[in-house]
């Protein structure tokens, strides 16, 4: 239940009506994150138990993955591209431009990669999955679904979960293999940087370490996509302007928590 | 049986039941009426386990529905049908895959049964004709009568209809509720169904319920509503203030 924001005046002194407005938003903010928490745990906990819907999560890795790919790509390729002018921009100005194809890469690998391609999934899969679960909802298709005694959470919000968590890693990757390739594009081709320079010294300088934290990163940013688009969909406002709010605070909130759990994974990891 | 015990429920602090209590027995079909936004639909989630009560309790063959969880509750939910006032069906898949989603996702059974048991439950409904169309592309009685085959494709021992008819024109309402009458002489289910159609519903029905503020005012067999003593009960049937 969700606590009630007091607009009356019972005892008439402003600053305690204040506070217990204060109170009454803390509270209610309160409450909507522990239903935010209880709904991840409620998700986790169906994911790891069976049954799990393959082939529905066969579906939406078709949908949230390989919808994503062109997308993916080519912000990948212009991103890697950007990245291979502002680096060797900067390093030429030290004498360093030979270690444009480790700048190009590690950023990408470490941190762009996951965080770019996490931002173009909730932007494009994310909405969508609050806007068809929001409708569910308010067709009250999830009800029925309830009502044929099966559970809601395993044939919408986990095959979503699992989904995210699958294609996530893997738009990552193509993102980073994708920008080295528009950053060799723009450095070996249009700024004459040597071709075996660029690829060679990414060979030294890219540790396995570099490419596992980016693929944790962007499981971990899958998790997150899913878990906020599911549950704003899940308990979305009525009506077409009820969908539309959800799917856009879905966005939102996705994209900032992929930010500051990048942070976090990042301070933590390397 | 389905026995509702004293239910209260509010919403924001305001009542919208106030200690409803209401017996059907196995087989028994019952209308429930009352006005516009007088909690009717709220005491039939009620009853299907949509909604937790703040008190009371709703016992199904003696078993309470308002204390289960979990897979005891999906166990009990699989004797249930419901068919939504706006169908509730699944917009993207056809017809027969909106009917044959239960069968797939509840029984062990081949795809050739599926589609025989599909095609028997729309034949049943009379959308035999129409079992590759989408929801979007079927009229409002179609999604209605899909939304029926579909509730009695898995032969539910408890089927609750929240306004089958509602939006229909007459002649199509009439057919649904002579639908669903021909669907309880056949299967015996246990029923209840929310109506507006006075008095077409009471051909179909055991028993009334008419449920005013909050309350049950009226229990019975249809033709005593006219004798009742209530005013509020009178002026519904009646229609007139």
Same mark, same amino acid.
């Given at each position: ?10 005892t ?6 204040l ?13 909507r /994150? ?8 409620? +998700? ?5 138990? %069976? ?14 993955? $390989?919808?994503?790919?062109?997308? *993916?790509?080519?912000?990948?390729a #212009?991103?890697?591209?950007?990245l ?8 030429s ?7 444009l ?12 990669? %996951? ?38 959470f ?6 979503? #979960?699992?989904?995210a968590m699958?294609?996530?890693?893997l738009?990552?990757?193509? #993102? ?35 490419? +596992? ?19 704003k969909?899940?308990?979305?406002? #009525? ?11 879905a ?7 992929i ?12 | ?7 209260t429920?509010?919403?924001?602090? *305001? ?11 196995k ?20 009853? /299907? ?10 016992l ?5 529905l ?10 009990l939910?699989?004797?249930f049908?419901?068919?939504f ?20 996702e ?21 959308l035999?004709?129409s079992?590759?169309?989408?929801? /979007? ?13 579909r509730?009695?494709? +898995? ?43 006075l008095?077409?519903? $009471? ?8 449920l005013?503020n909050?309350?049950?005012?009226y ?18 049937v009646?229609?007139?203030?």
């Amino acid at each position: 239940m969700q606590p009630e924001v007091l607009t009356s005046n019972p005892t008439g002194f402003a600053p305690v009506v204040l506070l217990q407005q204060l109170g009454a938003r803390a509270l209610l903010l309160l409450a909507r /994150a522990g239903r935010m928490g209880i709904f991840l745990g409620r +998700m986790v906990g169906f994911a790891l138990t %069976p049954p799990v819907k393959v082939a529905r999560v066969v579906r939406r890795v078709h949908f949230i993955g $390989f919808g994503s790919i062109l997308v *993916v790509m080519l912000t990948g390729a #212009f991103t890697g591209m950007v990245l291979s002018l502002q680096g060797f921009y900067a390093l030429s100005r030290f004498g360093s431009d030979a270690f444009l194809g480790p700048l190009v890469a590690l950023s990408l690998v470490r941190e762009l990669g %996951p965080v770019i391609a996490a931002l173009m999934v909730a932007g494009r899969a994310g909405s969508a999955i609050t806007a068809e679960i929001g409708i569910m909802r308010n067709g009250q298709q999830l009800d029925a679904l309830e009502l044929m005694g099966l559970n809601p959470f395993r044939y919408v919000v986990v095959p979503n #979960f699992l989904a995210a968590m699958i294609s996530m890693p893997l738009l990552a990757c193509l #993102f980073d293999v994708v920008g080295i390739w528009g950053g060799y594009t723009v450095g070996v081709k249009l700024l004459g940087v040597s071709g075996g320079t660029y690829m060679g010294e990414i060979a030294t300088y890219l540790e396995m370490k570099d490419i +596992m934290g980016g693929i944790y990163k962007a499981i971990s940013f899958g998790g997150i996509i899913s878990w906020v688009c599911c549950y704003k969909g899940y308990y979305t406002d #009525f009506g077409a302007e009820g969908v539309s709010r959800a799917t856009t605070q879905a966005v939102v909130m996705s994209s900032v928590l992929i930010l500051v759990w990048d942070y976090f994974m990042t301070s933590a990891m390397f | 049986m389905i026995q509702i015990e004293n239910i209260t429920k509010s919403f924001d602090d *305001v009542p919208v039941l106030r200690g409803i209590s209401l017996t059907v027995e196995k087989g028994e079909f019952v209308a429930l009426i009352g006005r516009s936004g007088y909690g009717k639909s709220v005491l039939l989630r009620h009853v /299907a386990g949509l909604l937790k009560p703040d008190s009371g309790r709703v016992l199904v063959d003696g078993q309470d529905l308002t204390s289960l969880r979990g897979r005891e509750l999906e166990a009990l939910r699989s004797r249930f049908g419901f068919v939504f006032q706006g169908g509730a069906l699944f917009d993207s898949l056809s017809v027969f895959d909106n009917v044959a989603f239960p069968l797939r996702e509840k029984t062990r059974k081949s795809e050739e049964e599926i589609a025989t048991q599909v095609r028997a439950a729309l034949v049943r409904v009379g959308l035999e004709t129409s079992e590759d169309k989408l929801p /979007a592309q079927i009229s409002g009685g179609m999604v209605k009568r899909t939304a029926l085959a579909r509730a009695l494709v +898995m032969e539910p021992e408890f089927l609750f209809f929240d306004e089958p008819e509602t939006g229909l024109d007459p002649l199509t309402a009439q057919g649904v509720l002579d639908l669903i009458h021909e669907c309880h002489r056949n299967l015996k289910f246990t029923g209840i169904i929310i109506s507006h159609q006075l008095p077409r519903v $009471f051909d179909v029905v055991d028993r009334v319920a008419v449920l005013h503020n909050g309350q049950i005012r009226y229990f019975g067999p249809p033709d005593g509503l006219e004798r009742s003593a209530d005013e509020a009960v009178r002026q519904l049937v009646t229609g007139r203030a």
